[in-house]
C-alpha cells in the first residue's frame, strides 16, 4: 500500500499536475502604502474610444443646410413664383404710368430659367386683355402690353381705331385727360374688348398708320399698348409667341409717376 501511494505522488510530480494549493492571491491593504498591482483590461481590436461631435461642426453644417435652403426658396421664386418689375416709358398710360413697380405671375404661361427668355416649357392660354411682361427681340428689353388678339384672331387698324375679326372694338370717348403739362393735346377713350375694359390715349389728330389685317398664328398672341401713340408694339414687331411671356400683371405696390389721368 505505500509503495503504491509513493509511486502515485512522483507520477503527479513528474506530470506537474500534483496536488499542490494553488496561489491565492492577497487582498490589497486600503492602508498599505504600496500600490494596487494594475488590472488587464481586455480590448476589443479595432475598437476606439468614442468622441462627442463638437458643436462646432454642428452649427456649420447647420449654416451650409440653411444657406442652401434659401437658395432654393429664391430660385423657386424666380422660377416659379413671383417677381418685380418696374415700367420704364409712357406706353401703357393712364393705367400704367412711367415709374409703377408691379408684380407678376411667373407661372402663368409657362416656365422660365432665370436670365433666359424663352420657355422652357409652356402651358396656359393667355386670354383677350391680360396684360403681360414679354422680351422684345426688336429693342432686347422687357416690355409691358396688353393682349388683344389671340391664336385664329385677326387684328386690324384703320386710322387710329382696332378691328378685331373685322368688328370694331367699341371705344367710348371719355374726354380729355389731364397731364402733368397742364393738359389738353390727348384724347382719352374707354376700350372694351369682352368683358375687359381699360382706358386708352393718344394724341388729338393723330391718326397713325393702316395696319392691314393680320392673322394670328397658333400660340402667338397681339399686344398693344395703352398709349397708342406712344409705343412700340404687335403693329411694328408682329404677334408674339406665348413662349416669350414672361408672366402675368398681378399687383401694383408702387404707383409712378402720374402724367396722363382719364377723367
Known amino acids: 500500500m505505500g509503495w503504491r501511494l509513493g509511486l502515485a505522488i512522483v507520477s ?41 461631435f463638437p458643436v462646432v461642426r454642428w452649427v456649420a453644417i447647420l449654416g451650409v443646410l440653411g444657406m442652401f435652403g434659401c437658395l432654393g426658396s429664391v430660385l ?19 393705367s400704367f404710368p412711367n415709374g409703377t413697380r408691379i408684380m407678376i405671375n411667373k407661372s402663368a404661361y409657362g416656365l422660365f430659367l432665370p436670365f433666359t427668355h424663352e420657355a422652357i416649357m409652356s402651358w396656359g392660354s393667355p386670354a383677350i386683355g391680360d396684360v403681360v411682361v414679354l422680351h422684345s427681340q426688336q429693342d432686347n428689353i422687357d416690355v409691358f402690353k396688353r393682349i388683344v388678339g389671340v391664336a385664329g384672331d385677326t387684328i386690324e387698324f384703320r386710322r387710329n381705331d382696332l378691328y378685331r375679326n373685322g368688328s370694331f372694338v367699341f371705344a367710348t370717348g371719355v374726354g380729355i385727360p389731364a397731364t402733368g403739362e397742364g ?47 406712344r409705343s412700340n408694339d404687335s403693329r411694328f414687331f408682329g404677334p408674339v409667341p406665348i413662349s416669350r411671356l414672361k408672366g402675368r400683371y398681378s399687383m401694383t405696390y408702387q404707383s409712378g409717376e402720374i402724367r396722363v389721368h382719364c377723367p
Open 76 to 94: 423657386t421664386l424666380r422660377v416659379a413664383g413671383t417677381e418685380a418689375f418696374e415700367i420704364e416709358g409712357p406706353s401703357m398710360e393712364p
Open 183 to 229: 393738359g389738353g393735346g390727348m384724347v382719352c377713350l374707354e376700350e372694351r374688348l369682352g368683358d375687359v375694359r381699360y382706358f386708352t390715349v393718344s394724341e388729338i389728330g393723330w391718326l397713325g398708320h393702316r395696319f392691314p389685317p393680320q392673322q394670328i398664328p397658333d400660340g402667338h398672341v397681339y399686344v398693344l399698348g395703352d398709349h397708342r401713340d
Open 12 to 52: 503527479a510530480d513528474y506530470l506537474g499536475v500534483g496536488c499542490r494549493p494553488l496561489p491565492i492571491e492577497k487582498p490589497f491593504d486600503e492602508g498599505s502604502t504600496a500600490q494596487a498591482p494594475p488590472r488587464a483590461v481586455a480590448a476589443t481590436p479595432g475598437t476606439k474610444k468614442a468622441k462627442p
